[in-house]
C-alpha cells in the first residue's frame, strides 16, 4: 500500500517478485511496475498464468468497474485452484485493494507450483536445500540466507550446473558483492537465468525467498528453458485457421486505379493477436483476366501485416491468403472492384476562375473528375489539358495541378480587361460546358471570397444550446484590405446535428461586415457554410477564406426544465432553523446536466420583508440553497435562471413558529403527597382532607395553588411559580402537616 515503511528484506523480495513475473509477461510485451497496483484490474495476473501453465483464462479484457475487476481477479483464484493450489485468507478485493502481504504470499505460492515447482505437502526449502548441497558440498549450505552472503556460493552453484563458465577458486576475489555478481552474470549469459536478484541484496540484505526463487532457476534451468522457449514459441506462432484479414481493401467499394490496403492479423492456437512481426503470410490476387495483381506487404512488428494494392480493371478479383501452405480463416476472399474512368461530360469545373475576375489578381477554379455515373473519382492521374486565350486570342499560362486525390487544382494570371477564353479537356475532349468565356474587369467592387473571413462567439465552441448565437462576416477587397461598404451576397449555410438545415438571419451592416444569428436547436456538432454569391450569376459561389467552419454546441441549461425540491420547500419549515432545498439543472430535453456554472438566483420573500438566501453549486448540475426564516409565515421562494423562472417558480412556503429556548420558561411546579394510614400502610383510596398553601418569596400566599384529589390514595399539588426566590409550602391533612411539611423550595432566575 502506499506510504507503507518496508523493511529492507521486504523492498529486496519486493524487487525479485516483481522481476520474477516480468520474465514471463516480456512473452506478450507486458510489464508490471508496481504489484501492488498493476494486478488490480486481473488482466495481468490472468496473462502471468496463462503463460506459466499454457491454459487459458477467460476475463472482461476491459475492466472500468469495481466489480468487474473482482471478477476478473476471482477468475484467476478460481483456476488456481482448479489446478490443486490452495490459497490462504486471500480474496479478490486484496488484490484490488493492494494489500502487500497477501499479494507477495499469493506470487510465493505461484513461485512454488510453477518455478520450485513443489506440491502440496512437500518442503520447498528441505528439497531445494538438499539439492544445493549435493552440488556444492563442500560450501555446508544450511540455509537461503547467510549462507549465500560471501558471494562465492552462488558461483560455485553455477560452475556446477554448467561445468566451464569460470575458473574457481582462482576468479574470486574475496569481495562479496563482485563474487555474487560473477556467478548472477555467468548464468545470465551462459544459462539464460533471468538476474531477477541484486548481487548487493543477496550478499547485504538477503531474503529467504527472494534466493529460493532465485536458486531454483539453477535446479531446473534446462527444464526451464525448454518451457519457456515452448511457450514463447506458441504465443508466436501463427495458426492459418485463426489467422484472419480485415479492412477496406477486402470489403466492396474499391475502385479501379485507387490503391486499397487490408490487414492480416496473425493469431496463435490460443486465439490471441501474435505478439511479433517476421512471418510470411503469401498474398495473391488474380484479377478477372487471370493477372497478378502486384501487392505490397508491410510488416508492423507487431503481429499485424498491411497489404497495399492498386486493382487496375473491373471485376471479380480472388484474394488468396496462407501461411505455411494453409489458408488462413475465410482466404480465399472474393473482392468485386468497380471501374473509375473519368467521363469528360461527368467532370465538373467551377471557380472565379471561370466566372470573372480582376486583371493582375490570380485566377483560380477547380476540376473534378466523375466517372461515367457522376460518381467522385478519389485517386489522380488523370491527363486533364487547359488552355487560356487572352482577349488577343494569345495563349497565355496555365496551371493545372493534380492533388491526387481526383481534384485539379488550375490557375492562370490575365493581365489586360477583356474576355478569356478557358478550354479544358481529357483526352480531346471538351470537359463539363468547356470552353468557357471569362471576363476580366480591371477594379471589382465585389470583396474577395479568398480574403473575407468570418469570426465572433457563434463560432466557437463552449456555446449552449440554449442561446442565440451570433458572429460576423468580414469583407476584405482581393488586395487584402478590408472593405467599408455592404451590398456583397453572402450566404450562410448552417447543418445541425441531425442533418437538419437551420435558417440563419444574415443582416448588412452596410459597413463591411455582416451579423450572422442561428439559434440551435439540439447539442452537437453544427456544420456552417458560409460562401460568396457572384451578383451577376448567383448561382455560382466560393467558400470565404475560413469556411466550412464546425461549432460544438453544449447542451445548455432551460430555465423551464429545472426543478427544485428539498425541505425548504415543504410544509413544516420552521422559523428555528435553516431551511435547505436544491435546485436541478436540466437542459432542453428535461435531461439533468451534469456539470456546474449555472447564474440561478434565488429571491425569498418573508412576513416582514426579503430573506438572504446562499447558494453554493455542487458542480454536477445541482445547487444547494439555503435561509434562515426570521418569522413564521408565508414565504414566497422565487428561483430564476437568466430571469426567467424555473418549473414551479414562486414557491409558497408556510413557515410555523418553533420553540425558542431563549424565550421559553417553567410555568408550574407539582408535587405529589402519598396518604398513609395510622399504621404506615400507602391508602388507596382518595377523600382526605387534603390543603396545601405556598408562600411566594415576598412573603404574599400564592393564590394559584391547586390540589387534585387522584382517588388512588396520592394527590397532586401543583402552583405557578412566575418570580425567583424561596417559596415556603406546606401540606396538611385534617389541618396537620404531613411529614416534612412545611419545606422551603429555592426556584432559580430563568
Given amino acids: ?302 503481429g499485424t501485416y498491411q497489404v497495399h494494392y492498386t486493382p487496375r480493371i473491373e471485376g471479380n478479383h480472388n484474394v488468396d491468403i496462407t501461411f505455411q501452405g494453409t489458408p488462413i480463416k475465410n482466404s480465399p476472399i472474393n473482392v468485386f472492384i468497380k471501374a473509375a474512368r473519368p467521363d469528360p461530360t461527368k467532370c465538373k469545373a467551377f471557380g472565379p476562375g471561370l466566372e470573372g475576375g480582376e486583371a493582375h489578381e490570380p485566377a483560380r477554379f477547380t476540376i473534378e473528375a466523375r466517372n461515367c455515373l457522376g460518381d467522385k473519382i478519389t485517386s489522380g492521374g488523370h491527363p486533364f489539358q487547359v488552355t487560356v486565350k487572352d ?112 435558417k440563419p438571419s444574415i443582416k448588412d451592416n452596410n459597413n463591411g461586415t455582416w451579423t450572422v444569428q442561428y439559434q440551435p436547436t439540439d447539442p452537437g456538432k453544427y456544420h456552417i457554410e458560409i460562401i460568396q454569391r457572384n451578383p451577376s450569376l448567383p448561382h455560382l459561389f466560393d467558400h470565404i477564406k475560413n469556411s466550412p467552419i464546425d461549432v460544438l454546441i453544449d447542451p445548455g441549461t432551460v430555465a423551464a426544465n429545472c426543478i427544485a425540491y428539498g425541505p425548504g420547500l415543504e410544509p413544516g419549515c420552521l422559523d428555528t432553523e435553516p431551511a435547505v432545498f436544491t435546485i436541478e439543472a436540466r437542459d432542453k430535453n428535461g435531461k439533468r446536466r451534469l456539470e456546474g456554472g449555472d447564474p440561478f438566483k434565488v429571491d425569498i420573500m418573508g412576513p416582514t420583508g426579503p430573506i438572504h438566501a446562499d447558494i453554493v453549486d455542487n458542480g454536477d448540475g445541482t445547487y444547494q440553497v439555503t435561509y434562515n426564516p426570521e418569522d413564521a409565515g408565508r414565504h414566497d421562494v422565487a428561483v430564476t435562471l437568466e430571469g426567467k423562472p424555473i418549473k414551479g417558480s414562486t414557491f409558497r412556503v408556510d413557515v410555523n413558529a418553533g420553540a425558542w429556548a431563549g424565550k421559553s420558561v417553567m410555568e408550574s411546579f407539582t408535587y405529589v403527597v402519598r396518604a398513609h394510614d395510622k399504621r404506615g400502610k400507602p391508602l388507596t383510596v382518595g377523600g382526605a382532607k387534603l390543603t396545601a398553601a405556598v408562600t411566594k418569596p415576598n412573603g404574599q400566599a400564592c393564590q394559584q395553588t391547586k390540589v387534585d384529589d387522584n382517588r388512588n390514595g396520592s394527590y397532586t399539588v401543583s402552583f405557578q411559580a412566575k418570580e425567583p426566590g424561596l417559596f415556603k409550602i406546606s401540606t396538611k391533612i385534617d389541618g396537620k402537616d404531613i411529614v416534612g411539611s412545611p419545606f422551603d423550595q429555592k426556584i432559580s432566575n430563568y
Fill in 1 to 302: 500500500m502506499s506510504g507503507e515503511k518496508l523493511e529492507l528484506w521486504q523492498v529486496v523480495q519486493e524487487k525479485t517478485f516483481t522481476r520474477w513475473v516480468n520474465t514471463y509477461l516480456v512473452n506478450r510485451m507486458l510489464k508490471v511496475e508496481n504489484l501492488m497496483v498493476d494486478l488490480g484490474d486481473g488482466k495481468m495476473l490472468r496473462a502471468l498464468l496463462e503463460i506459466i501453465s499454457t491454459k487459458e483464462i477467460k476475463i472482461n479484457n476491459n475492466p472500468k468497474m469495481r466489480v468487474q475487476k473482482l471478477e476478473n481477479l476471482n477468475a484467476s483464484l478460481d483456476f488456481l485452484k482448479r489446478e490443486g493450489i490452495k490459497l490462504v485468507s486471500i480474496g479478490a478485493d486484496n488484490i484490488l485493494d493492494g494489500n502487500r502481504t497477501l499479494i507477495m504470499g499469493l506470487i510465493w505460492t505461484i513461485i512454488l507450483r510453477y518455478q520450485i515447482q513443489v506440491e502440496e505437502g512437500s518442503s520447498a526449502k528441505k528439497d531445494l536445500l538438499e539439492w544445493v548441497r549435493s552440488k556444492i558440498p563442500e560450501y555446508n549450505i544450511n540455509n537461503f540466507t547467510t549462507d549465500w552472503q560471501s558471494g562465492k556460493a552462488i558461483s560455485a552453484l553455477a560452475e556446477a550446473v554448467l561445468p566451464g563458465q569460470m575458473n574457481l577458486p582462482r576468479d574470486f576475489t574475496n569481495n562479496p558483492v563482485r563474487d555474487c555478481q560473477m556467478g548472477i552474470t555467468k548464468a545470465r549469459e551462459n544459462m539464460n537465468i533471468p538476474s531477477i536478484i541484486d548481487a548487493e541484496d543477496m550478499v547485504n540484505t538477503p531474503d529467504e525467498l527472494s534466493n529460493m526463487t532465485y536458486i531454483s532457476y539453477f535446479r531446473d534451468f534446462l527444464d526451464m528453458e525448454t518451457r519457456r522457449r515452448e511457450q514463447e514459441l506458441f504465443e508466436r506462432t501463427p495458426v492459418a485457421g485463426k489467422c484472419f484479414a480485415y479492412g477496406k481493401g477486402v470489403e466492396p467499394g474499391n475502385e479501379a486505379g485507387i490503391e486499397t490496403e487490408f490487414t492480416i492479423e496473425a493469431r496463435n492456437g490460443a486465439d490471441r493477436r501474435v505478439p511479433v512481426g517476421g512471418h510470411n503470410f503469401p498474398t495473391v490476387i488474380k484479377a478477372p483476366d487471370g493477372s497478378i495483381v502486384p501487392v505490397k506487404t508491410i510488416d508492423n512488428s507487431n
Fill in 391 to 502: 482577349p488577343h486570342g494569345a495563349n497565355i499560362p496555365a496551371k493545372c495541378n493534380d492533388n491526387r486525390d481526383g481534384t485539379y487544382s488550375c490557375e492562370y494570371l490575365p493581365q489586360e480587361i477583356g474576355d478569356y477564353l478557358v478550354g479544358i479537356t481529357l483526352q480531346g475532349a471538351n470537359v463539363a460546358k468547356a470552353p468557357y468565356k471569362v471576363n476580366i474587369e480591371e477594379n471589382s467592387k465585389m470583396a474577395s471570397p479568398f480574403k473575407s473571413y468570418a469570426d465572433g462567439p457563434g463560432l466557437e465552441p463552449g456555446n449552449k444550446v440554449t442561446e442565440l448565437q451570433t458572429f460576423y462576416i468580414h469583407a476584405v477587397y482581393p488586395n487584402g484590405q478590408p472593405k467599408k461598404t455592404g451590398g456583397d451576397l453572402f450566404d450562410c449555410f448552417i447543418t445541425d446535428p441531425n442533418r437538419q438545415k437551420l
